[in-house]
């Protein structure tokens, strides 16, 4: 048995807007298909998974018990560029890694971490740290 990871689902309220806040972000394209709309990497990043943005009604109302990680040698920088895209700062926090917590334009969570750059970053990952 094998299997790939190849979409992350969104549903949106505003699956256009959505997708071009996640597409600014990570660099992307913004692509329609089958009716649907989608964010890609160009044709030369070497990863092969694509986020699509479903239409719903109703908007987000809990907690994500999921949620993506994207890394940076620069955490301030990304934050001031991410907040300027239309995500939303929540927290800041330091361990072996600084990493600040943020949602998206509809309210998702994601970090932005910056690995080895908390203040020990040569100590053992605290419990549930998950290698942040």
Same mark, same amino acid.
């Given at each position: ?16 807007? @959505?997708? /071009? ?5 990570? &660099?992307?394209?913004?692509? =329609? %298909?089958?009716?649907?709309?989608? #964010? ?34 620069? @955490?301030? /920088? ?5 907040? &300027?895209?239309?995500?939303? =700062? %929540?927290?800041?926090?330091?361990? #072996? ?36």
């Amino acid at each position: 048995m094998s299997l790939a990871l190849r979409v992350i689902t969104f549903d949106a309220r505003e699956p256009r807007t @959505l997708a /071009r806040f996640w597409a600014d972000a990570l &660099g992307w394209l913004v692509e =329609e %298909v089958r009716g649907e709309i989608a #964010v890609e990497p160009p044709a030369d990043v070497p990863w092969d998974v694509h986020l699509l943005f479903l239409p719903v009604l109703e908007g987000k109302t809990a907690k994500n018990r999921c949620h993506p990680d994207l890394h940076t040698d620069d @955490l301030d /920088r990304e934050v001031v560029r991410l907040t &300027g895209l239309g995500a939303t =700062e %929540v927290s800041r926090h330091a361990d #072996v890694s600084r990493w600040a917590v943020l949602h998206d334009p509809e309210g998702n969570e994601f970090c932005v971490v910056q690995p080895g750059a908390g203040p020990s970053h040569t100590a053992t990952p605290a419990a549930g740290d998950h290698g942040r």
